[in-house]
């Protein structure tokens, strides 16, 4: 069914229905960044394959919202069909909910899936337009009866994370968040975000491609830990009766009804997390709200976790410099056959077990599309000069990895293209080797990564940095380094990415990507300060610096990570490769 019919079957069902708009969010129950293939909604009514947008269909109407990541692939796989992109945070364009109070009537009613928006913004987006006189309905699933070869629940099996590397069992994690309970009086929480479920439970699966995760929920109170699951996920029955151990198992689509009943006395949930399908069992009296407990726990890597992630980075650079040293720098390729060749090399290191995300390999023009990933028909052949955007990462049994390096071919590099380099790799410099004092927030830190690009009126509008699971999520909450205000000090075992770049549409892109580790680096009359353990261990791309513009900080700073990257890797590499490691990572 193409996207015309697609609309015109859900415009019958609209007025069928007697409803003004239908709200299509593209998340699942868990409010997942990146869905599994059933709850690809956004795509499937609107052809746009991004991680993120927001569609409303009324019966002349058919938007997608998007942000600046996706405004040129957006636009291309909207092209041919009557959706108009609206691009966010862009002068003129209303957010999407703007939209429908400016553009629909009073007595309008909008319609959302129950099961794909969160409690919070459920009840904020209602408020919102009931103040204009529209009605927002949670309804069930109205693209379900169009979607005749949905794919079903994904159900893949269920691994366990080795302890050696998780630092905690799933009981002592339990544990932990009955002492949070009792320390507040509360009685239970309710969890629906899957990473934060896997990270507990100490299980990981493949629901999700790149997220080594599952759907499930779980309730946990002071006497009793259930988790909702589809038990057919446990081949292994030694897995199944070690988490049965800690956990009473129910079926995974029990979860609404059986909170009815377990859900008694105050509690705790996310509201951000937790979708309207359980608004009314979690609507008792005295429940709390917040992020969920187990996110803290899980972004603050313990020694267990950080020594698995340092172990990951190491594999991962001895296969990405092997990569590097095989290249035919005036060879033909294709931005496809680059990002095999790499994970060719990664499938040879022990404990890989995939990638981290879909690769992104944008030559050229496609560089300057930060999310671009390449297909059959759009991958380019590299042949000649050209800057190319390689950004990947690497799922390890014990750690996840986050790069990107930006590499030049053919021929020498022209003044600009070595200009804006630099300045990107000033600002990525410059985030690493801050120190700051406890408290710090990410967006007090975001403009060191921007500075010198500001100076020459130059930007980006992408995050800085994002934090990173071990063994879990490339993105993961609630860290993040941007402009953005998000409330969320950082603290040591916090792992984030630094990612400034330069994009300049229809020409090239640029982004220098390493993965930071928050640690303890002092303490003074002024109070404690932390500072930055660079994880990533791939050298820059010396024949993109320009010398001339870096500080000789700057210079012994880049010396310094080389040297390290010689020594951490030189053992680890066939002679082949470490004869160009030797170059690469010589003083400049």
Request: with cysteine; aromatic share 10%; glycine share 6%.
């Amino acid at each position: 069914m193409d996207i015309e019919k697609k609309l015109a079957s859900l415009r019958a069902s609209l007025s069928e229905r007697k409803l003004d708009a239908y709200i299509v969010t593209g998340t699942d129950p868990h409010i997942s960044e990146y869905v599994a293939p059933r709850w690809r909604t956004r795509e499937f009514i609107s052809g746009f394959t991004g991680s993120a947008g927001t569609v409303i269909v009324t019966a002349d109407k058919a938007l997608l919202w998007v942000d600046s990541r996706y405004f040129i692939q957006a636009a291309k796989e909207i092209s041919g069909s009557e959706y108009e992109m609206m691009k966010l945070d862009t002068e003129g364009t209303p957010q999407p909910f703007e939209w429908l109070e400016e553009n629909l009537e009073k007595g309008a009613i909008v319609a959302v899936d129950s099961a794909s928006i969160s409690i919070a913004e459920f009840s904020s987006l209602s408020a919102r337009l009931k103040a204009k006189g529209i009605v927002l309905e949670a309804t069930e699933d109205l693209l379900d009866p169009l979607w005749t070869k949905r794919p079903p629940v994904p159900c893949t099996e269920c691994v366990e994370f080795d302890e050696e590397y998780a630092g905690k069992s799933a009981k002592e994690k339990v544990q932990d968040i009955r002492a949070f309970l009792r320390e507040r009086n509360l009685r239970w929480t309710f969890i629906a975000s899957i990473d934060d479920i896997a990270w507990l439970t100490n299980l990981r699966a493949d629901d999700i491609p790149c997220n080594p995760v599952f759907v499930s929920y779980a309730f946990i109170s002071l006497s009793k830990a259930v988790l909702f699951i589809d038990k057919n996920r446990f081949q292994d029955k030694t897995i199944l009766q070690h988490i049965k151990s800690v956990f009473e198992i129910k079926p995974y689509e029990d979860a609404a009804q059986s909170l009815k009943s377990l859900a008694k006395g105050p509690g705790y949930y996310s509201p951000d997390k937790v979708c309207e399908v359980f608004h009314k069992a979690l609507s008792g009296k005295g429940n709390i709200t917040g992020r969920d407990i187990t996110t803290d726990m899980k972004t603050r890597k313990n020694p267990s976790e950080m020594k698995g992630m340092r172990l990951a980075h190491i594999y991962d650079a001895a296969a990405y410099v092997s990569f590097l040293a095989r290249l035919d720098w005036n060879g033909k390729y294709d931005e496809i056959e680059l990002s095999t060749r790499l994970e060719n090399e990664r499938k040879k290191i022990p404990g890989y077990l995939g990638p981290s995300f879909n690769p992104i390999a944008g030559y050229r023009e496609h560089g300057a599309m930060c999310h671009y990933s390449a297909t059959a028909e759009s991958s380019s052949e590299i042949d000649g000069h050209g800057l190319l955007v390689l950004d990947t990462g690497s799922q390890f049994e014990f750690g996840t990895t986050d790069i990107t390096r930006t590499l030049l071919f053919g021929d020498e590099a022209t003044a600009e293209e070595k200009r804006d380099y630099t300045l990107v790799l000033k600002g990525h410099l410059a985030l690493a080797r801050q120190k700051f004092i406890k408290g710090t927030r990410g967006v007090q830190l975001d403009v060191l990564a921007k500075q010198y690009l500001w100076q020459n009126l130059e930007s980006f509008y992408h995050g800085t940095g994002h934090g990173v699971g071990c063994r879990l999520n490339v993105h993961e909450g609630p860290l993040r380094i941007s402009s953005a205000l998000i409330d969320v000090p950082l603290l040591p075992g916090m792992v984030t990415s630094d990612e400034p770049g330069l994009y300049k549409e229809g020409r090239y892109g640029i982004r220098i990507e390493n993965l930071l580790a928050v640690k303890e680096d002092g303490e003074s009359e002024f109070g404690e300060f932390y500072s930055f353990e660079v994880l990533t261990l791939v050298p820059y791309e010396k024949r993109l610096i320009d010398i001339s513009l870096l500080t000789e900080e700057e210079k012994k700073q880049i010396d310094d990570y080389h040297k390290r990257i010689y020594s951490e890797l030189h053992e680890l590499v066939d002679p082949d490769v470490l004869r160009w490691l030797r170059d690469a990572t010589s003083p400049l």
